[in-house]
């Protein structure tokens, strides 16, 4: 089964204490991203990949690292969390947009990451 | 710029009425406005885009008008079912040249029995 798959789904931890959330997809998308959605918000995009070892910074990438060593892989890293990073997370990826046609977001279930 | 302005917050519908969401852009570059759909405990999942070319898409009960003057787009969903209930969200992007998608700020839908 196409899925993109994150693990923890839930995750309470202490600020400072560093935490990886996981995201793997097997539909070999090149294209991978992360987003945190907050009440009022919506959705903002943290950081994305266009390929292995390709990186760069969404709307709100403070305090947040990734890494794309392999294209099925896209850890999110908080170095040192703290309470303003407590939200609910989404892994996303697609295939590139080529000649005007785009292809979907895939999403994630989530993780719901709590920082006290 | 970058903004996708999304309303209403929230909904109540009584089964079988009609469901409006309404949303407005501001960069005219944006050419593809996808709708998702999210369920509790879920990730978004594509409901239904449309382009600017055309000025209204329709997939069974889910229907995008698009105002391309106005930059506006919304989403109509004609006979609401309880099953609708869901949290829904527009986006903007480009078709071609870029993954960024912006999205807005959600509307959560409730469809009464």
């Known amino acids: 089964e196409a899925q993109v798959t994150q693990n923890p789904r839930y995750l309470i931890t202490v600020t400072g204490k560093k935490l990886t959330v996981t995201c793997s997809q097997n539909m070999n998308h090149e294209y991978m991203s992360w987003y945190r959605q907050d009440p009022g918000l919506g959705l903002r995009q943290i950081y994305y990949s266009m390929n292995v070892e390709v990186t760069d910074k969404g709307d709100v990438p403070e305090g947040y690292k990734v890494s794309r060593k392999e294209k099925r892989n896209f850890p999110l890293i908080l170095e040192s969390p703290s309470p303003n990073q407590t939200s609910l997370y989404f892994c996303?990826?697609?295939?590139?947009?080529?000649?005007?046609?785009?292809?979907?977001?895939?999403f994630g279930n989530g993780t719901r990451l709590t920082v006290t | 710029q970058q903004q996708v302005k999304q309303s209403p917050q929230s909904l109540i519908v009584q089964k079988g009425g009609i469901s409006i969401i309404n949303c407005a852009y501001e960069?005219?570059?944006?050419?593809?406005f996808p709708w998702y759909q999210q369920f509790p405990g879920k990730g978004p999942a594509l409901l239904i885009a449309i382009r600017p070319d055309v000025s209204e898409k329709k997939e069974g009960r889910f229907t995008i008008s698009f105002n391309k003057s106005a930059k506006q787009f919304s989403l109509h969903i004609m006979d609401s079912q309880p099953g609708d209930s869901a949290t829904y969200f527009c986006a903007a992007s480009r078709a071609s040249g870029t993954y960024k998608y912006i999205f807005g700020t959600g509307t959560r839908l409730k469809v009464l029995a």
């Open positions: 996303a990826s697609s295939f590139p947009n080529r000649d005007g046609n785009n292809s979907p977001l895939h």
């Open positions: 960069n005219t570059a944006f050419d593809y």
